[in-house]
């Protein structure tokens, strides 16, 4: 059963509560990317091969892909504080469990069921910053939550680093695991105290205590009418199959660029220390340590998309993404025919490619599906359109690996400029599309319906006996 969220209106709730919510995305990235850090021991320590350890790490992306649109549906029935805790707990033990285990099989099994459990993070995450932020903080936070990726991936790799240099790769694991499940209790008990402050005082904030029906002011009102509304709106769009909703709202026409946006922003970032070692003869210290830059350099993508965003193209989140694919575009065409000149300069451009893709993830997966409160699919639409990206991520992976291997990295990455070009055009010709449910008659008749009973109610209620 869905529970209903109040919104806060107390500033230092919602910095509470954005910051709970920052923690657990945080300790989420500890453990997933310690397995990346870990793999190079498992392999030299003949634990596991290195074809078993990418066939490890595809199942990851694939159940992580798979559970984000399963509990994007779930986190919007589902009480999302119950959801993130269970999620990121459950995550804790599977890494303890991974330090135990030696065989490939079991490794394989525990890490996709992790794969699905940090699937259960973000959602949930969408739907409280939705429902219970302001109009005025929830795209701020959704922009500053962004800063996890970064934090969090520096964090996995020096407490990996340090926990193979003192014990082995085993305590990558049992560190994340002390981690995450830590997180997963101070979240369980911050988000408590936020919610008995939202039942204390979210509704009543919200309109005063007052609303007027027909000249009469009545706060015991506010609540059922609220409740008749959302039930309205309920039965028109909540209850739409989510075929139909994908239909409706257009989404369906933005699968193409969500998908390239995946490919270039994990799949690609995955393969840039190789790119680097074998175009550069580079060492492959100098080359993961250009890789450990990039997520610091994408916030800056994060943070453009939502300048931008508010300051040029009126709060219109695809025509502000076709103008991030054009900067990738050009940076990509720049890669194609100079990529073998300079180490440097080709750093710089795949950073600029990366934090381009950063800032179209913040504009689909965090802004975009805001607008769908309304119709309370806020993490159903999230969910779907990042397990979308990593559907891109984890098909890129295995393929881009293929491609070097039988054309070479000029073919790869004029095949990396042919589908960041695609994506473009299709953003912009859909540039000014509003992507949204509209309400339909039977709707606006249920609300109608609900006003008219109010008033009705206000009226008996004012006779005189």
Known sequence: MQKKLNRIYDGHMQALLFWMCWLVYF?????????SSAMPAMIGGSVITASQAGFISMVYFFAYGAGQFLNGILADRLHPGKMIFAGLFASGLLNLAMGFLSGFGMMAL????????QAMIWPPIMRIFAKMMTEERKVKYCVH??????????ASYLLSAAMIAAAGWRFVFYAAAVCMCGAALVFWRGFAKVEAYSAKHGAAEAYGGVI???????SGNVVKYEKTTEQGKAADTGSMPFGQLLTASGLLFLLIPVVVHGVLK???????PT?????????????????TMLPIIN??????????????FQKQEVKTASFFFLIATGALVLLWRFSAVNMFLTAGLLSVITASMMAVNTLFVNLLPLRFEKEGRVSTVSGFLNAIAYLGCAISTYGIGVLVQHAGWQVTI????????????????????????KLTQRCTRVKEEAIHEQMDLSDRRVQPR
């Not at 007027?212 to 009545?218: D, M």
């Open 27 to 35: 300790a989420s990235y500890i453990g997933r990317l310690n397995y």
């Open 110 to 117: 525990f890490w996709c069921a992790n794969g699905y459990t």
């Open 145 to 154: 939550i962004t800063s996890t990726m970064a934090v969090g991936t520096l």
């Open 212 to 218: 007027e029906h027909g000249g009469v002011v009545e």
């Open 266 to 272: 994990d799949g690609v970032t995955s393969w840039i």
């Open 275 to 291: 790119y680097i070692s074998e175009t550069f003869m580079a060492s492959p210290t100098l080359s993961i340590l250009v890789t």
């Open 299 to 312: 916030l800056t993508g994060a943070y453009a998309a939502q300048f931008m965003y508010r300051r040029f």
């Open 414 to 437: 004029f095949g990396w400029l042919a589908i960041t070009a695609a994506a473009m055009a299709v953003c912009f010709a859909l540039r000014n599309r509003v992507f949204t449910v």
